[in-house]
Nanobody, 123 residues
Framework: QVQLVDSGGGLVQAGGSLRLSCSAS????????LAWFRRVPGKEREFVAA????????WYADSVKGRFTISRDNAKNTVYLQMVSLKPEDTAIYYCAADRERMSRTMGTWSYWGQGTQVTVSS
């Protein structure tokens, strides 16, 4: 099992930047694919980005492509989401997720979740 702790959220003006972090417990962090999802109140969590175990392949939602970058540091058991050119519509609670079996854009296939960190982008 792995436990995930999200951090780095906050309030930022449109056009600004934030970097989210997700720290994981356990010795097998490099065995997990990782992802970021986000949720707006009243809606389901939506896929944002994902990265393979080795970090060689990344996926992005069309809405964030070119603005967000997912990366991981297996030595630090941490996955990051660098967000630039933030827009008010990026306002959401952001969650990291992990799974040992697969990488998917579907929320239901991820086994482990962080507690979420709030990102608010003001116009």
């Amino acid at each position: 099992q792995v436990q995930l702790v999200d951090s780095g959220g906050g309030l930022v003006q449109a056009g600004g930047s934030l970097r989210l972090s997700c720290s994981a417990s356990g010795r097998t962090f490099s065995s997990y694919a990782l992802a970021w999802f986000r949720r707006v109140p009243g809606k389901e969590r939506e896929f944002v980005a994902a990265i393979t175990r080795s970090g060689d392949i990344t996926w992005y939602a069309d809405s964030v492509k070119g603005r967000f970058t997912i990366s991981r540091d297996n030595a630090k058991n941490t996955v990051y989401l660098q967000m630039v050119s933030l827009k008010p519509e990026d306002t959401a609670i952001y969650y990291c997720a992990a799974d040992r079996e697969r990488m998917s854009r579907t929320m239901g296939t991820w086994s482990y979740w962080g507690q979420g960190t709030q990102v608010t982008v003001s116009s």
